[in-house]
């Protein structure tokens, strides 16, 4: 699983913690990223992931608020430090 | 929609979700520190548990050495006063008997210490069989003679006559119930008497002592159960583990019995009560179950 697909599948997990299925209800709905069953995601070709990943947090933010942005950054905090500051999606700075 | 059946506004809706977004998000940050908080109880618990098993090892262990050379020491003090090894005078025979005194003392200790550690290890078991009180009442009289005679204590014996006190118990147990209490008697009283008596109540047989030692406060008698309690023990520095009436009182609930209090106060003396059923709703040689409180 490459580092984007761990960052995505945490985020999601972190946010069905505090809203349940709907976490994986509103991810299949980012342009670009498929949710099969059982938790696993994949990333279209021809976007880049740095953009998913990005609309993702955004999808969660639009509903839930800037506590909802926090918490996936909180989520991922461990799994970007190995990404160089250009690879690190704007939404997790 | 509100109360007033109006539809509720976008803007309303998006407020209400992060509302409770938020108080969801709380929720799990709570869940998740008292999930740290319960591992940390639980692994605090298995040390102590741990602690705690280890220390009724210990005690066990450590009163069964003690046992074998106590006995030893009792043994040949007492055939020494008996003047099995021909008389003594008055002076070496009174050394000897203090030390068979403090002989008895520690043997009391640790017999103690060890039924307590088989209590709390869930092992004490009792063998029940039709047993005749009078006779070990009788012959613990005539054991606890020396160290009441010893302290210039009247010392007296009340079992009526021609009276059957025969009924199922632990024989070796009850004995070891009643000496304790003759032996906190005799070691709370400084002078006048202390009396043991066997008689009939109703149902029950009682085994009863009754000095006019240093009595009883109010305050001091709900604790005299507990493991360790001295009552007024730790201020005369009277000796002994504070095990016994908690270990009387297990023993008599485990025959389905009791152990009572009587006391006017301080400096009005005691009486101990042992009173068990005249027949045990146990069969003879069937075990007894430890109490459940």
């Not at chain 2, 803007?11 to 998740?32: G, M, R, T, W």
């Not at chain 2, 740290?36 to 109880?41: A, D, P, Y």
């Not at chain 2, 043994?75 to 005078?89: A, K, N, Q, R, V």
């Not at chain 2, 005799?186 to 008596?197: A, F, L, P, Q, W």
Request: charged share 25%; with cysteine.
């Amino acid at each position: 699983m490459n580092i984007f697909t761990q960052i995505i599948t945490r985020i999601i997990k972190e946010q069905e913690l505090i809203i349940g299925p709907l976490a994986w209800i509103e991810a299949a709905k980012v342009q670009g990223l498929t949710v099969h069953e059982q938790g696993v995601v994949n990333m279209s070709d021809g976007n880049s992931p740095q953009d998913i990943v990005d609309r993702l947090v955004a999808q969660y933010e639009r509903l839930f608020g800037k506590a909802s942005r926090e918490v996936c950054r909180d989520a991922v905090k461990g799994l970007v430090t190995g990404l160089t500051p250009e690879q690190i999606p704007s939404s997790l700075k | 929609m509100d109360n007033n059946s109006n539809p509720i506004t976008a803007e309303e809706f998006q407020k209400a979700s992060e509302q409770l977004y938020k108080q969801n998000l709380e929720v799990v940050k709570l869940n998740k520190q008292l999930e740290e908080v319960t591992h940390e109880l639980e692994a605090a618990n298995t040390k102590l548990k741990s602690l705690d098993q280890l220390k009724t090892e210990f005690l066990s262990l450590a009163s069964h050495q003690l046992r074998s050379p106590l006995t030893s020491i009792k043994g040949y003090t007492s055939m020494l006063l008996e003047g099995s090894f021909g008389p003594i005078d008055p002076k070496p025979n009174e050394a000897i008997r203090r030390v068979y005194t403090s002989a008895q003392g520690l043997v009391n200790i640790v017999e103690d210490l060890l039924n307590v550690s088989k209590i709390e290890q869930g092992g004490m078991k009792y063998q029940m069989v039709p047993t005749d009180l009078s006779k070990i009442v009788t012959d613990l009289y005539n054991e606890m003679k020396i160290p009441a005679e010893g302290k210039l204590l009247k010392f007296n014996l009340d079992i009526p006559e021609n009276e059957n006190f025969t009924t199922n118990v632990d024989p070796v147990k009850m004995k070891q119930v009643f000496l304790n209490l003759v032996d906190n008697s005799i070691k709370y009283t400084s002078e006048g008497s202390v009396t043991i008596s066997l008689q009939h109540d109703d149902q029950n047989i009682c085994f009863a002592v009754k000095d006019t030692g240093v009595g009883i406060s109010p305050e001091t008698k709900d604790k005299l159960f507990e493991k360790f309690s001295r009552g007024e023990g730790g201020k005369l520095n009277a000796g002994g583990s504070g095990l016994g009436l908690y270990l009387a009182k297990q023993i008599a609930k485990a025959h389905g019995g009791d152990v009572l209090i009587e006391s006017e106060g301080l400096g009005k003396g005691s009486m101990f009560k042992v009173c068990l059923p005249a027949q045990t709703s146990l069969p003879p040689n069937q075990t007894a179950t430890e109490p459940t409180s």
